[in-house]
């Protein structure tokens, strides 16, 4: 379970910082910190007309595809993907060992300002990760009130009528 | 590896459908996503990367939110793995931090050796990310009970479920929505009652 850091909520306000920071320097439309496993850590920037859940996840799969084709090629891996779209781009690159920086940006913005930037910002994500994974962990949210019989209907299957109605 | 989000106070959890090929994992997202009633009737759309047979290519991913928890709310990632023997680096990724596993196993009589075979692959795959299958949360589903040529229960248990700590099993006929929601409950309470017995590390 440590493969990620024990962040706190002044973790995320810094990480935010940082996100700000990159997107003004960058003109980039959003930028996100995703785990390996697709987890939105956190985001900045205007997400209005993305789906943040689906692009994390899909990200998520494609940059590790991408470091599978690396291994198959005899490199240790590739760091970064770019994808290039008629209005938006995509950028993803490695913070460390477990999570990712995703930047969506305008296909007009230059790959090489996003590219120039991330190599600070992903520095400086990472070694927040790091200080805070030094930090002794702190306690996890308490489950112990949640009763056994709650959660045998977490998820309700619609009724054919109720289904008709909507 | 679930996270607790504090800053905006959300427990992700992922699951993954693993299985045989053409043993219904597909089926069983598409289920849950066109019936489920969550208590904040929140679905998120259902993303799937088929070939154009409508085999899959990469994953299916649903993303589903649940009940609150004293004021956070739970978020399930759903996702499939391509069932088919030559996409297994495609599985070892999708695997990589899984919390709960729904093994989705084919009744057919004939599909026995290709699900004892995907069994041992899920271990595989799991051991290869330094995960093991005793450590996770999983059920089994006997799907496609359906057809005429389904092999016994007892039998697919022993098969598929003959350990010493047993799990839960349930059978289904995943197109017409039997099974799938009794199994995704079920994966649902063991995760939670993991997280209530060993703690969620605070991540976020």
Known sequence: ?166 | MAIINQATKELQVKVVYYGPAMGGKTTNLVQVHDHVQTAAGDKGKLVSLATSSERTLFFDFLPVEAMTIRGFKTKFQLYTVPGQVIYNTTRQLVLRGVDGIVFVADSQYEKMPENVESFQNLIDNLNSIKFNLHDIPYVLQYNKRDLPNVAPIEYMEFLLNNREVQVPSFTSTAHRCEGVFETLNMITRLLLHKFINQGVPQRA
Request: charged share 20%; aromatic share 8%; net charge neutral.
């Open chain 1, 1 to 166: 379970m440590a493969n990620l850091p024990q962040l706190t909520e002044e973790d995320i306000q810094k990480l935010d910082a940082m996100l700000c920071e990159f997107i003004t320097s960058t003109d980039a439309s959003a930028a996100l910190v995703i785990d390996e496993a697709g987890f939105l850590i956190t985001h900045q920037g205007d997400t209005s007309g993305f789906d943040l859940t689906s692009i994390g996840a899909l990200a998520s799969g494609a940059f590790m595809a991408s470091q599978a084709i690396a291994n198959l090629v005899n490199e240790k891996n590739f760091n970064c993907i770019y994808q290039q779209g008629e209005n938006f781009s995509l950028f993803v690159t490695n913070v460390d060992e477990y999570c990712m920086l995703i930047v969506i940006f305008k296909a007009t913005t230059g790959l090489g300002v996003v590219k120039y930037y991330a190599a600070t910002a992903v520095k400086l994500i990472a070694r927040q990760l790091k200080i805070s994974r030094k930090r002794a962990p702190g306690e996890g949210i308490d489950l112990s009130t949640l009763k056994a019989t709650d959660t045998q209907h977490i998820f309700r299957k619609k009724e054919l009528g109720e289904k008709k109605r909507r």
